[in-house]
């Protein structure tokens, strides 16, 4: 019917495959971004746990066993697995190598955090 005002029926159709089409999209960068933002929890959760861990070394070596059984001990609540190597360091005479590395769930590879001390007998 002539001079009829409103849209066709092709017209509606493409109007809905373009807003669903839109819609899916922002469904899936929204999705995305949830899950970048958990990853970056778990990185950082997991880099505080090995600073703390490395500074207590750091402050505390006469206590070392239980600094690093505790750290351990929190590690393993998220299924993660710390190791400590202390170790003298080669290219520094009279220094040891304190190396803490973080491996598990949702870290992807692992986490290590190193520093050079003087050597505590």
């Known amino acids: 019917m002539p001079g009829q ?3 066709t029926l092709l ?4 109007a809905v495959t373009v807003i669903s089409l839109t819609l899916v999209c922002l469904a899936q ?3 995305g971004s949830n899950r ?3 990853q970056g929890e778990i990185l950082a959760a ?4 090995a600073e703390e861990t490395l500074t207590q070394l750091l402050l505390h070596p006469d206590k070392a066993d239980s600094i690093i059984s505790r750290s351990r001990k929190q590690a393993m609540t ?8 202390i170790r003298p360091c080669p290219d520094l005479p009279g220094m040891d190598l304190i190396r803490v590395t973080l491996s598990g769930e949702g870290l992807g590879r692992p986490l ?3 520093r050079a001390v003087r050597h505590v007998p």
């Open 5 to 7: 005002r409103g849209f």
């Open 11 to 14: 017209e509606v159709l493409i």
């Open 29 to 31: 960068l929204v999705t």
């Open 36 to 38: 970048a933002a958990g």
């Open 46 to 49: 997991a880099g505080e746990l």
């Open 78 to 85: 998220r299924d993660w697995i710390l190791t400590v190597a």
């Open 112 to 114: 290590i955090l190193a």
